[in-house]
């Protein structure tokens, strides 16, 4: 939907319907599940017009109607009162309109001049919520505080175009109804077609996952009296200075990631001690890491305050790096699945290999290619999401061939993450070369062999660091999209709208530079 003459709406009535039963067919007969990306959804009209020979003019509404036929059955089973039907202000009498518009949308006083009276009665009579205003962005809100679970959405193709990036990002379950006919005003909708999809009620019951409890509760597993019950006593400095790093700050990612990929596999609602003790243990792993990349970088501060080194010393920090990978492969043990510890002491030699290729380097600068620099993302930053995942997925029973997708996923998101952090490093600090980044490879490989830049001249601005850059943000944009590709093999809906809503939220950069 990128392109103007895509805003196509089939005519009359008769050829809008047939097509729907001819996308109804084909998307029965495919094997993913909701959430779909704008590039999946794209590329499944592209193959519909071809197969039925289309014109190409209707591929954005065709795009429109496929992603209704893949949530149907998803919004169908979320109860009436957690729905909300969106309508345009377009829809009404632009003359003899009476209505007031406040900062909520448009107050109606159904005159029954336009068809939103009769779209807003019905939806009352369902027990649903409407409002009449202009794109998805002002009810975002009212899904991230879980309000509401669906939005049913009715506007033009040019308005659906913008909002689309925006409901797949959240992984909405919502229907999006395109207006018969473009103009901003005196519009038209197919009002059966709307009263049939909001009407609609599966007797399977939505089973979504409550993103603010997991994690609400998982902050609330690093307290000092919840870690004081997990971890050996604090009698002693070195483990005082341990459980105060591990409850300090920190997003708590990996424990969120861990448990949340349980409860989407199982379906189950509360997270059992297990997988606590199983998510408590990836943080440890996490804290102690920093603990030594801090004394290995020499770095003085992290999340604004002095390292643990530079607070107690490198011994003392060695020491309380040390004891919380032990409480980690403790509480692993602890859980009963001897293939954790597996997972984690593999990503525990990874991390070490890659900080590794980092320390040799630094002791030697030279120019690098990008493979040297994506090997060192594999094996430092990779595992971060990759042993959360994946051990999340082995508590839940989750099969080899579910793990394999989520270490690919893994792999993807994570090497798009590190593109992004350097791309972010770059725009705070200017060139650089105290470590092998992203865009310091990209500029190495531009140059020829006789003019490689040595290492104390690259502090300098120009056009040669302007393409580096670019080429990093395209590399960033690959790995996005290849990490919403991966996600097509998984076949629960929740995990699968877990896993999108997380690549929004990790690759916020990434996703707004692609859609802007």
């Known amino acids: 939907m990128d392109t103007p003459q895509q805003y196509t709406v089939p005519q009359p009535y008769q050829e809008r319907q047939r097509l729907r039963n001819l996308i109804e067919g084909f998307v029965s007969a495919l094997t993913w599940v909701p959430p779909l990306s704008v590039d999946d959804l794209a590329g499944l009209a592209d193959r519909l017009v071809r197969e039925q020979g289309l014109d190409e003019s209707v591929k954005g509404w065709l795009m429109v109607e496929i992603h209704n036929c893949a949530w149907r059955e998803t919004v169908a089973s979320i109860p009436y009162d957690k729905r909300l039907l969106l309508l345009p202000k377009c829809l ?80 909405v379950p919502g229907l999006a109804i395109p207006l018969n006919r473009a103009g901003c005003k005196d519009t038209e909708v197919d009002e059966e077609y709307v009263r049939y999809l909001i009407g609609r009620q599966s007797g ?16 609330g597993w690093f307290t000092p009296e919840k870690l004081s019950a997990l971890l050996s006593p604090a009698g002693d400095q070195t483990s005082t200075v341990a459980q105060e790093w591990l409850g300090g700050d920190g997003k708590r990612w990996r424990p969120y990631l861990l448990a949340s990929v349980y409860l989407t596999i199982t379906g189950e609602k509360e997270i059992p001690p ?23 970088d020499r770095d003085a501060t992290r999340y604004g305050r002095p390292t643990v080194y530079v607070a107690y010393g490198d011994a003392v920090a060695i020491n309380a790096g040390d004891l919380l990978l032990g409480e980690g492969y403790r509480l692993l043990a ?26 040799e380097w630094s002791t030697c600068p030279q120019p690098v290619t990008m493979a040297f620099v994506l090997a060192i993302f594999r094996n430092k ?35 798009a ?11 705070t600090d200017g060139p650089q070369a105290t470590r092998p980044t992203a865009p310091y490879a990209a500029l190495c490989e531009q140059q020829s062999p006789s003019d490689n830049l040595a290492i104390a001249q690259i502090s300098s601005q120009g056009k040669e660091w302007d393409n580096a850059m670019e080429q990093v943000r395209q590399l960033a944009a690959q790995y996005h999209k290849e990490a919403l590709e991966t996600l097509q093999n998984i076949t629960q809906i929740e995990l699968k709208r877990l896993l999108f809503r997380v690549t929004q939220r990790i690759l916020k950069k990434v996703t707004s530079a692609q859609y802007d």
């Open 381 to 415: 930053t990779v595992p971060a999401f990759d042993v959360a995942l994946t051990m999340g997925a082995i508590c839940a029973g989750g099969d080899a061939e579910l793990q394999a997708t989520l270490h690919r996923y893994s792999e993807a998101i994570g090497i």
């Open 274 to 296: 297990t997988i606590q003790r199983a998510a408590v243990a990836v943080e440890c792993f996490h804290k102690a890491s920093l603990i030594h990349d801090d004394i290995e």
């Open 204 to 219: 399977k019951e939505a089973n979504l996952l409550d993103y603010d409890y997991v994690k609400s509760t998982v902050q």
């Open 334 to 359: 602890e859980c009963g699945k001897p293939e954790l510890l597996k997972v984690a002491a593999e990503a525990h030699i990874a991390l070490c290999k890659g900080q590794g290729m980092e320390l």
């Open 417 to 427: 993450y590190q593109l992004q952090d350097d791309l972010e490093d770059f725009d």
């Open 92 to 171: 009404s009498h632009s003359e003899k309109c009476e209505a007031e518009i406040d900062d909520l949308g448009l107050l109606c006083h159904r005159c029954r001049r336009c068809s939103i009276p009769d779209l807003q009665e019905y939806a009352d009579s369902l027990g649903m919520m409407s409002m009449v205003a202009e794109g998805f962005t002002s009810v975002i809100g009212l899904i991230e505080n879980r309000v509401v679970d669906a939005v049913i959405g009715i506007g033009c193709l040019d308005s659906l175009e913008k909002a689309f990036p925006l409901l797949i990002d959240h992984a």
